[in-house]
């Protein structure tokens, strides 16, 4: 499936101001890009890093005027992979590799290691790890009430389940720390997202089951399938839109948009049921298929 | 220098329960192990993980007694690098590499995004990172008490900043926060340390400058040439002696020992201000001296 | 009901301290004190204090000496008033006198304005305010482990929320705080509980309702009817055991005994549904009976 | 000196709401009101409300419309008494009276028990309760950066210290914390401010010192002798402008004007070195001297 995207961000700053942005297509074996741009006005110092862990593209660019616009444009070509969830219910909890530890410790939004009782209450009772993340998706889906302006930058999984309100990002936050409470890897998403209303940056997250990371999003406000990859990280502290080094005077401006084919068919809440989706070719369907069987 | 190493643990849980556990010296150019031992009482299903970012060495270990005992032993080579603090202080802010972005941005226990204002407004008129990094560390040691059982496993920096009391990962926690709020990046490591009374398990932190990641230690408890690295990462959540998954009747006992040769002469506060002492061999002297130059 | 009640406190300081101590039971139309004494060894400065709003009994006590013990005892004719919990149902939601105002804001351990959409998602549905108070009565024994040792004196009911544990204090704080964000009038009381095992100092929780203090007990630990108030404030703060001053060396030790005559039959939960308990003979049953039917 | 001041707010509200709003001037021995004048548009049910322990006026507003807008003016003769700052630090530490208890004890936004270390650690060595107080007035002065917007309703003291930014309603939590974990007991003030830029409502708080409540303000934003107290209490929570039980659909927006006579001299930061100014007449003049003698 074929999406066109184009972001363009304002930022004002007082002072020469270092920003870190992440707001490239993060490119993988299933996110592949074309006519990628990316222009700075006016033009600024800047470099690309990639980072080691999770191979995400930033810019790190130093601002010396007063204000500043950033404008992206990609084409992506993404596949999203579909898993048979009976055979997802079928594997056995997995024996953990080392490369997935990082995402099973508490991190700066998601602390896990506080909401261990209330995850092994709530979530305990179902049977495969699968049907653990789909209720806890569903759970924060009913329980959090999606209220742009209640949260802030400093509002974390321990917050929103006491203040039951946010925006994608503490329903990220959240999904991820319950999934680690109860001993799931999880991971926070970010990306651009069709069919979201108002278009903006979105995220969501992912929980490794089966050597799968799976796709979820508890705010329901876009088609799974409509989601193309930005970065990914331990929590929205590794994979921000923009990190500031300095004193911005105003918050940062978006204009957001992502196109699809018009055969676009969205992937829905009882699709999930069936199948789930992933945007990380980590694990083959084979070898998730052998699993089962052992 | 030659440290003979051996640290027992002992546990209890109430049922089946997965540990991680982080006490094996992480090999390195600079720590070289042998005679290595790691024995589990009564022998239990077990793995060996090596984090792919930090290269720490954990075991995890699924226990299904009641009680568990974890002996492990090594004697390690370790080389403490010791760098020209002049030439750090001549070195430019470096361009910060894609490898040590992820210990700039906040994590579960330093919360830098909130100690901004703080960190400048008491450090920010030293010229040279390295200086801010000393002060730093200074700071924290007039002004935090070192008081046992007085934090637990959620104190953040960003509680000992009001409460002023804490141990070890406290301090260090502190001082990655500060860092991290300057554009220093830092991490927290963990470790043996020789001459800490009572012996136990020690946590420290280093910060990043001229393409060295130089070793502090707020505490003043242990000489920095007598720490012997276990694990790095960008708080105690990812480094944590033993996280468990399940339920612990009892807090862990701990037995430790660290033996140095005879000839073993402190590194004090004082030799800090001429030079600084690395245990991680990322960057060459003449790299230094070069970028010094420049 | 006549209790006989009798408290030993010890504390060991490292200096000068000043101790504010609220031990004594509090005296009212409802509770009777006889043979009250109040020993302390050794013999130090000491003054009564009664606070104007709550009417609870402090001592101030100067403690010089490295350790000190308080001996307290009293005999207390104590009459729990029942209320017909129809009648409750049918009072309309009270206009709030000036009186109760500030149990009706948060306060310390009780952030009654973080918890608004929890407490309207969970107990809005319910059609009287004697309902929803016994509502979250259950819903906090349902929800919140008893886990001595699990919280700490900064644990408050924001945390109680998300930790899922804790003990007395940390049940009756987040029984206040949810009754205050439905706009329910609560307050945080203190007494000795017979039957409590082990004995100790207990806590629990009144609402206003219909002009009546109702009392509640989410633990379920002792029978209402075997509570004797010491005080009352708006959380833990103000009617904390011990409020020291100064430097303690140990945890305080207590022994504690509250002996009941033989025919105590004790109050049920079952019985709550029919009769509501009240220790505060703020409202005559008359004018309740007559606000029903208007 | 008198004051002309009058009010307008404005709110916006999705459903039926009960408005607790304290923005009426407190008559007190010091301030006689004339001509007060409060407008509801439209007209609304409402009750007034006085608290039993602080004395503040309060009124309760049961708002039906979308919109409401409230009109309050009143004229003010406000003395500000004058006490000679020296007398002030003579006098040894009060034996506390019953009646302060309440303000000893650490509240929602002043969590002075977790400052206590701080607290001793920067302001243990001034040898007066008065100069203690002036101390931390100028710390906070020094140390908090006056920033719109940097903090919101959940804000505390406790943040306060490791954020550095606030608005006056911060200063004045930070001041009432630091001022109670040294045993000092304070409250938070709210009050009219002339030559208030803009003008607001604004906050200090008053320390209890020598049987005087005395006025600070570490904003220095407006004179202390232009300064007309609405109510007092432990912290915000009990003298906030507008507490809203229901939904309020836009922030609320303020008018607010404070005139004073042509020949008004603002009492300045240095006066305070010789003065202090109380608007409180709880003690005598010659009650402390006599203590000051003793």
Redesign the interface.
Known sequence: MKFKISASLHYEAATPV?L?LNIRVRPSELQTLSKERFKITPDSER?K?????DGNH?D?VKVTSKEVTLDYGVTVEAEHQLIDADLLRKVPAS?????V??Y?????YC?S???Y??AW?KFGKFSSAYDQVLEITRWIYR?V?YVPGAT???TSA?DT?????GVCRDFAHLGVALCRAL?IPARYVTGYAHRLEPPDFHAAFEAYIGGYWILLDATRLAPLNGFVQIGR??DA??V?VC?A?GVMTAPGRYEIDIEAPKNFEPFTEEDALKAAISLDPTAKPAAVAEKAKS
């Open positions: 270092t870190f470099a890093l990639v980072t080691e862990q930033f790190r024996s953990l590799d080392a490369q530890l990082p099973l410790f508490p991190s700066r602390e290691d506080r909401l009782r209330l209450q329980t009430e802030n930058a400093s321990y389940v006491t203040e039951c309100a001993s990280g331990r502290a590794d921000s990190t080094f």
